[in-house]
């Protein structure tokens, strides 16, 4: 996509190659490489343009424009590179999602590459910038880039630096530190003994999120299954409470065991395959699991348990689906989100 501006020459140049896909997925990095030494050797490149990996270099002059200037040159560049590499991750996990995201779905390493060109020399930019994409065709277009092995998982700070996911791996799976230290705590030193119980309720839960995600995946009703995710939560807020156990200490401590447990088995492979998801769902999880203690026994909250958790079923709803994922019942909202929003509010409700 080349756009072409003739009369204004008073704004920058800017090249966008764009590897993004939906749900994570990107192309051979090598594709992506090529593409950027390619178009780095450009004639134009040297004067007024820029070369981004996302789409938001409006935002991304912006913030480099708000850099102290009293930093060092390295550390104004190191600053620069990280708000663009959270600016990739952004636009790798909510979009929007460049047209080639429908080939990477059937297994064909594809990129988008957007172009806009200002001044009297646009035209001649524009034909140099098509001779420059036959020039990446030709570079891949042999037996040995395609026998070649490379990497599908990666962050990308700027043109010629990438973070792969043996990097960036080991802090998140940090992150999910405090999950598995609740987990060990409570099994060790609080759970005097394991309340079986809360198993059937892990259950019931993991099949109602189950048959949810069926239904989204059958119907793709967005209205019918806002509509069964705030009945589970009336439901289960008025018509099926929680019972009222003859321990309800160890009933709490061991459903808090157990969700720990789901969320640690649904965000390891999340870090796998979708990094940028992955890192904001495991800081929100782990502060909402791990660190308070179950059951809240504060007098004041038991009068207000219900509302509470049917008011954050309602914010969680229109915040998460609706507005984050744009209307769409995505797998990780079927599949990682509502099952831990369920089982917390269960929590919430001992």
């Known amino acids: 996509d080349i756009n072409i501006y003739e009369t204004d020459a008073s704004f920058a140049n ?25 178009y780095s050797r450009s004639s134009f490149l040297r004067s007024n343009t820029s070369m981004v990996m996302h789409s938001y270099g409006k935002l991304s002059r912006t913030w480099k424009g708000q850099i102290p200037s009293s930093l060092s040159p390295f550390a104004q560049q190191w600053a620069f590179e990280l708000a663009s ?3 990739f991750a952004y636009q790798l996990a909510m979009g929007p999602h460049p047209p080639h995201f429908k080939a990477l779905e059937k ?4 990129l988008t590459i957007e172009v806009d060109l200002f001044g009297r020399q646009a035209n001649a930019n524009a034909v140099e910038c098509v001779q420059k994409l036959e020039g990446v ?3 891949l277009s042999n037996l040995h880039e395609r026998l070649h092995h490379s990497i599908t998982q990666y962050l990308l700070p700027s043109p010629t630096k990438f973070v792969s996911h043996a990097e960036y791996l080991i802090p998140n799976l940090l992150i999910l530190l405090p999950l598995a230290i609740r987990a060990v705590t409570l099994v060790l030193f609080d759970i005097q003994r394991f309340h079986f119980g809360t198993l059937q ?3 019931v839960v993991g099949c109602t999120c189950l048959i949810l995600s069926l ?5 793709r009703s967005e209205s019918a299954m806002n509509a069964v995710y705030v009945i589970l939560f009336v439901y289960m807020c008025f018509g099926a409470p929680v019972r009222k156990d003859q321990q309800p200490v160890a009933f709490g401590q061991s459903l808090q065991f157990l969700t720990c447990l789901v969320a640690i088995y649904m965000h390891v492979p999340l870090v796998m395959a979708h990094v940028s998801l992955a890192f904001p769902s495991i800081l929100v999880w782990s502060s909402l699991i791990a660190f308070p203690s179950f059951p809240v026994t504060k007098t004041l909250w038991q009068r207000a348990k219900r509302p509470m958790v049917l008011v954050f079923a309602i914010l969680s709803l229109s915040l998460v689906p609706n507005q984050i994922f744009a209307g769409k019942f995505t797998p990780y909202v079927t599949t990682v989100f509502m099952p831990l929003s369920m089982l917390l509010s269960l929590l919430w409700l001992i």
Do not use: C, H, K, Y
């Open 85 to 87: 590499m959270f600016l």
């Open 201 to 203: 309720v892990v259950l």
């Open 107 to 110: 297994g064909i390493d594809a």
């Open 137 to 139: 065709v030709r570079s």
């Open 215 to 219: 239904i989204a995946f059958r119907t």
């Open 14 to 38: 800017e090249i966008r190659i764009l590897p993004q896909g939906r749900n994570g997925v990107l192309p051979n990095m090598d594709l992506v490489f090529a593409t950027m030494s390619m």
